[in-house]
T-cell receptor, first 112, second 111 residues
Framework: DGGITQSPKYLFRKEGQNVTLSCEQNLNHDAMYWYRQDPGQGLRLIYYSQIVNDFQKGDIAEGYSVSREKKESFPLTVTSAQKNPTVFYLC???????????FGSGTRLTVV | QKEVEQNSGPLSVPEGAIASLNCTYSDRGSQSFFWYRQYSGKSPELIMFIYSNGDKEDGRFTAQLNKASQYVSLLIRDSQPSDSATYLCAVLKAAGNKLTFGGGTRVLVKP
């Protein structure tokens, strides 16, 4: 089955630690995206990548880093995580102008 | 002005009624429009997309687009309790490479 796999589903880290979230896709889509969703809030774009070895900052890139070494993978690192309510991180790919995004199932990060 | 605006709700509708959700966008060059449904604790799932003026129907869902008024809507007919969710409007600009989302409208369908 084609799709996007985000792992792990739940993640706990201590404040100040770095943490890396995984996103893997087998849809053969070029463009990949990372969004953050705080409780009761909308989606905010962190980073996106159109092709391998290239990526652009979104609206809230500070405190995050990404890499795109291969088409299938777009990991997100939260640098020096801050204590806050559990945040929902969503990875997505763009299948084309008439297909919109396909989302992964998300990772919930809690910093204690 | 936000690029994509939605009423946050909650929009409360009785079971069996029509739920009407609205979305406005600011960029006249926008070319494709999407409606996503997000259940609490889950990731968004695509339920409709539209790119031409007029109506597009899929089952109980109808998307309506009016580019002159920069307005896109979603109608949910015969609303069911399982339709209770947050509905996100998203817009893709011409030659765009990412979707811009509205804040979402929370819909509550009461039995």
């Amino acid at each position: 089955d084609g799709g996007i796999t985000q792992s792990p589903k739940y993640l706990f880290r201590k404040e100040g630690q770095n943490v890396t979230l995984s996103c893997e896709q087998n849809l053969n889509h070029d463009a990949m995206y990372w969004y953050r969703q705080d409780p009761g809030q909308g989606l905010r774009l962190i980073y996106y990548s159109q092709i391998v070895n290239d990526f652009q900052k979104g609206d809230i890139a500070e405190g995050y880093s990404v890499s795109r070494e291969k088409k299938e993978s777009f990991p997100l690192t939260v640098t020096s995580a801050q204590k806050n309510p559990t945040v929902f991180y969503l990875c997505a790919t763009l299948g084309g102008q008439y297909y919109g995004y396909t989302f992964g199932s998300g990772t919930r990060l809690t910093v204690v | 002005q936000k690029e994509v605006e939605q009423n946050s709700g909650p929009l409360s509708v009785p079971e069996g009624a029509i739920a009407s959700l609205n979305c406005t966008y600011s960029d006249r060059g926008s070319q494709s429009f999407f409606w996503y449904r997000q259940y609490s604790g889950k990731s968004p799932e695509l339920i409709m997309f539209i790119y031409s003026n007029g109506d597009k129907e899929d089952g109980r869902f109808t998307a309506q687009l009016n580019k002159a008024s920069q307005y896109v809507s979603l109608l949910i007919r015969d609303s069911q309790p399982s339709d209770s969710a947050t509905y996100l409007c998203a817009v893709l600009k011409a030659a765009g490479n990412k979707l811009t989302f509205g804040g979402g409208t929370r819909v509550l369908v009461k039995p």
